[in-house]
């Protein structure tokens, strides 16, 4: 796969906060879906948690449901 060396490598942060948005949107796609565990490269847990955050941000309209 081509795509992993040029892609950069992603802080983890011990706590994932819905209200950070410029790390949710590292998990997120253009067009405004959830990146994959496996293309993300975290722990099924830690998907979890982001997966909630990103859900979570974007009832509170801080991240956008569909990318214009």
Same mark, same amino acid.
């Given at each position: 796969?081509?795509?992993q060396?040029?892609?950069e490598e992603i802080e983890h942060k011990k706590?994932?906060?819905? =209200?950070d $948005? &410029?790390?949710l949107k590292q998990f997120m796609t253009p067009h405004a =879906?959830? $990146? &994959?565990?496996?293309?993300?490269r975290v722990p099924a847990?830690?998907?979890r948690e982001i997966?909630?955050?990103i859900k979570r941000a974007r009832?509170?309209?801080l991240l956008p449901y569909l990318a214009a």
């Open positions: 796969m081509a795509h060396s040029e892609r706590f994932v906060d819905y =209200k $948005v &410029a790390y =879906k959830i $990146v &994959a565990k496996k293309r993300s847990a830690r998907q997966a909630l955050a009832y509170m309209a």
